[in-house]
């Protein structure tokens, strides 16, 4: 129904010319210049080539989807689950997280802290802290403070006073992911560790270096071994100093017998040779190359490290989400929480012909499903969505769905 001009005008809004600025639209809360709940790196993580390891790690588990799903007795796939679990998920985790930043502020402080807690915010049905039959609606990530036996003491940031608070939560209500990779990457003598220590006074080393001091020797034409020396030194010391500071140029005098000798250059150490065979060391104990960081990367070692490294994490978090979110009654249901990734990301796309055709001819998966993945509109043709090898001529019933109705026929037709 069209509106006329009346009805837009009642019905139309916006943002800058229908606001009261004597109304704030129930804007309250803290105030900050920059984001509160963003996760930000530790004990001087944040300073290092450390970070940019941790957000590759936590960018690769982020593309991977992690679903609430429905199962069959044989473990296999069926379908998602409409539930606000999925939602939080597939489309919002919390009103300041996608599910894909939600996942990477879960790594990135997982990685950074050692352990990390998945705790659910709102929640529809019986109370969370007295029974587990609830739905989780939002879902935000915590640092845990203090251990008790059944309880953990979380920093969790309050979206409704802008503030992070702290509280108690049982343990079979939230969801605690400990780091795979704790060993390597947080002990307090892992290899990482020990990479941000040897990092820590390569910066002292460059600091010094370039300060602006001169490193001077001056050679005086007497010795200083008496008190009345040593002050004489001092004072001609304080005013080759004066005459530098105060000159425009930096430019001072020294007298004909005086001999000036200039320190002013690196010592040689094998720090950043130590540093260079560190940063090795936490690749290859992470399953990272250079390749991988740069990106140029091959099949073989993508695939090595999605293995070695991505997994370990992926599976950690949709374990313990299995675990907590999930009741035993829903699991007997079939209920799940899986991850899928793409594995046509990795497949060059010369190599993408050859794979559709196998893929099709084996009715592995369809022609529009195969054209969404090289980002194609799907095809208007019935055959497109059928599970058949379009390099053999089809009968041209297509109505008979299995191959037990062809062989029925040809009896019939051997015995009639």
């Given at each position: 129904m069209e509106l006329n001009i009346g009805n837009r005008l009642k019905h139309a809004w916006n943002a800058f010319l229908n606001r009261d600025p004597t109304y704030s639209y129930g804007v309250s809360g803290s105030g900050y210049s920059f984001r509160p709940d963003k996760a930000r790196l530790s004990r001087g993580n944040e300073k290092s080539i450390i970070t940019s390891i941790f957000n590759r790690i936590s960018l690769d588990v982020a593309q991977i989807d992690i679903k609430?799903?429905?199962?069959?007795?044989?473990?296999?796939?069926?379908?998602?689950?409409?539930?606000?679990?999925?939602?939080?998920?597939?489309?919002?985790?919390?009103?300041?997280?996608?599910?894909?930043?939600?996942?990477?502020?879960?790594?990135?402080?997982?990685?950074?802290?050692?352990?990390?807690?998945?705790?659910?915010?709102?929640?529809?049905?019986?109370?969370?802290?007295?029974?587990?039959?609830?739905?989780?609606?939002?879902?935000?990530?915590?640092?845990?403070?203090?251990?008790?036996?059944?309880?953990?003491?979380?920093?969790?940031?309050?979206?409704?006073?802008?503030?992070?608070?702290?509280?108690?939560?049982?343990?079979?209500?939230?969801?605690?992911?400990?780091?795979?990779?704790?060993?390597?990457?947080?002990?307090?003598?892992?290899?990482?560790?020990?990479?941000?220590?040897?990092?820590?006074?390569?910066?002292?080393?460059?600091?010094?270096?370039?300060?602006?001091?001169?490193?001077?020797i001056i050679q005086l034409p007497y010795t200083t071994r008496s008190e009345s020396k040593r002050k004489l030194a001092e004072e001609r010391r304080e005013a080759l100093e004066e005459q530098l500071s105060n000159s425009k140029y930096g430019v001072a005098y020294a007298d004909g017998t005086e001999k000036i000798i200039q320190l002013n250059r690196s010592v040689e150490n094998n720090l950043l040779k130590q540093v260079e065979y560190w940063t090795n060391l936490v690749y290859s104990q992470l399953g990272i190359t250079q390749e991988v960081m740069d990106g140029t990367a091959d099949e073989k070692t993508m695939l090595n490290y999605m293995n070695r490294t991505i997994e370990p994490i992926v599976s950690a978090i949709v374990d313990e989400m299995k675990r907590k979110f999930l009741t035993k009654t829903a699991r007997t249901q079939g209920q799940t929480i899986m991850y899928f990734q793409d594995p046509f990301k990795l497949v060059p796309i010369s190599n993408i012909a050859e794979i559709a055709d196998k893929f099709t001819r084996n009715c592995i998966m369809t022609s529009n499903e195969l054209r969404q993945v090289i980002g194609m509109k799907p095809s208007a043709d019935p055959m497109a969505d059928q599970l058949v090898n379009n390099n053999i001529s089809q009968p041209a019933d297509q109505n008979r769905s299995s191959p037990e109705d062809y062989e029925y026929e040809e009896g019939e037709n051997q015995n009639g």
């Open positions: 609430h799903c429905e199962i069959d007795s044989n473990g296999s796939f069926v379908k998602e689950k409409d539930s606000r679990l999925n939602s939080c998920l597939t489309l919002e985790a919390n009103c300041d997280q996608t599910p894909r930043s939600f996942i990477q502020d879960i790594v990135l402080s997982m990685l950074d802290e050692g352990v990390v807690a998945i705790v659910p915010v709102d929640t529809y049905g019986d109370d969370p802290l007295i029974s587990d039959s609830f739905d989780v609606a939002s879902m935000r990530t915590g640092k845990i403070l203090e251990w008790k036996p059944k309880h953990v003491y979380v920093q969790l940031y309050n979206d409704t006073t802008g503030e992070k608070e702290e509280r108690w939560f049982p343990k079979r209500m939230i969801g605690i992911v400990e780091n795979p990779l704790y060993e390597v990457i947080n002990e307090p003598n892992s290899t990482v560790q020990r990479l941000k220590r040897k990092l820590a006074l390569l910066d002292v080393t460059d600091e010094q270096t370039a300060s602006n001091k001169l490193n001077l």
